[in-house]
């Protein structure tokens, strides 16, 4: 499930396989994850181009080249994949790059986002749906966004709009940090637990963004939350499933009292 360190990590890989290198081809095998864009016309546009110095705002990994900006998005399964055309096709390679040194893959087996193409001011309206990149909002900036919304907290955090970048894994490891219930009306937060969440949001980012995915460490309640028996790993009570905001949550009970 892709999240901000995974698609920090794909820059990464788009930025050490892709800056500075031209695009010889594009192969789609399964236009299906082209959004605004024929196969016939994403070739057509981008052969020849070189790619630029990748940036990445939330979910959004930004291409940019000399002239159309390649946006991907990589929902639930996607990913980008660095390999040699000498490498045996996967059978969930949906579009192929060919670069003047290597292949960059994109691979994605449920194709529930996928690739876009724009021109700047497109890309700039797209992007502006965006709240701040969870990754450098500032405290302030967090608090104000926050601490006005009338919904449950997980759902304040899982809402791109307002602060973009966290899914599942992110919002449940942080509240869990923070010892906030996920159930939590945002607005019922006092200002020691909104910071105590941006402090907590900045160190799980900061740590998952080094090994480029939310890290599964026994210490972390990710490491936990897919055992059939899971446990706190902070004071052992057993761990809570259930649905908010629509998700599949996991808390503790005891670290996360419902007093919101």
Known sequence: MPELPDVEGFRRVLAAHGQGRRIADVKVADPGVLHGVSARGLRRELVGRRLGAPERHGKWLIARTDAPVLLFHFGMT????PCTPDDPPHPHDRVVFVLDGGELRFRDQRKLQGIRLADEAEAKRLL??????????????????????????????????????LGNLLADEILWRARIHPACLASKLDGAQLRGLYTQMRHVLR??????????????????????????????????????????????????????
Do not use: M, N
């Open 128 to 165: 502006a749906t965006q709240g701040p990149d969870a990754l450098t909002v500032g405290r302030d900036e967090f608090e104000q966004l926050l601490s006005p919304r009338r919904g449950r907290i997980k759902a304040a955090l899982l809402d791109q709009s307002l602060i973009a970048g």
């Open 78 to 81: 996607g990913a980008l994949v």
């Open 207 to 260: 740590a998952s963004v080094r090994v480029g995915r939310v890290p599964g460490r026994p210490s972390w309640l990710t490491g936990e939350r897919y055992e059939e028996d899971p446990h706190c790993p902070r004071c052992g009570h057993p761990l809570c499933r259930g649905r908010i905001a629509g998700r599949g949550t996991v808390w503790c009970p005891q670290c996360q009292p419902e007093r919101c």
